[in-house]
């Protein structure tokens, strides 16, 4: 029997250059299939509001919605590393929420870590909740809860941005986190940031880094 995944599993397996897969689910059979199929992390993503709920981005998700999502998904008792969403407005109000939000997705919802879109601009709130032994996953690139900052779904880092996103992960890592999602932005910068980074730095739909996540109903869209 497979042993439930713990951060330090992770982190060996990325330092052993081992495949690290990444899927999301957000209720209990999906959750039973996604962790029978031997998958690494499940992320419990506050992209449940457009591929579950039909909203047109994650902005209305809400801190009980995603609570009850966590735990459909905790009561299918996973092997996997569970990682909850934050959404958004739950942690970029302030430490004091940020810590409080954090805290109640490991201790209400049984999550074993969490997920918080931004880069240096969120340094600070990684560092606080890390300091509160919650591990913490960061996001950065396209950043869905900014998609109105960049005006749509759009590609970033390309040509001049791309140092930009490379500060952005060497900020996480030094804040504390223990991996961080690489979304929309070109392969080759990704491929570079993993190999520059200590932490996981996982791709979205793509395998040019050792983990690769991808969003479970993008693959039914496609089947």
């Known amino acids: 029997m497979k042993k439930k995944m713990t951060i330090p599993d992770i982190l060996k397996m990325k330092q052993n250059g081992q495949r690290i ?7 209990f059979p999906f959750a039973r299939l996604v962790d029978g199929g031997g998958v690494d992390i499940i992320l419990v993503g ?12 994650t902005l209305p998700v809400t801190m009980d919605e995603m609570l009850y999502h966590l735990r459909a998904v905790k009561r299918a008792d996973p092997k996997a590393l569970v990682v909850a969403d934050m959404p958004f407005m739950s942690y970029q109000t302030g430490i004091e929420d940020a810590c409080r939000n954090c805290g109640r997705m490991i201790k209400e919802g049984g999550a074993e870590a969490v997920k918080v879109e ?8 990684i560092r606080a909740v890390s300091a509160i032994d919650i591990p913490v996953m960061a996001h950065i690139g396209l950043t869905p809860q900014s998609v109105h900052r960049m005006g749509g779904y759009k590609v970033q880092g390309r040509n001049d941005q791309a140092g930009r996103i490379m500060d952005d992960a060497i900020a996480v890592q030094h804040a504390g986190a223990f991996a961080v999602v690489l979304e929309g932005i070109p392969a080759s910068l990704a491929a570079e940031i993993s190999a520059e980074l200590t932490i996981l730095a996982g791709y979205i739909h793509c395998s040019v880094t050792k983990c690769k996540l991808s969003i479970i109903h993008d693959h039914q869209a496609r089947a």
């Open 21 to 27: 897969t990444v899927l999301t689910a957000y209720d």
């Open 46 to 57: 506050d992209s449940a509001g457009v591929v579950v709920a039909g909203h047109d981005t």
């Open 118 to 125: 931004g880069g240096s601009n969120m340094a600070h709130v």
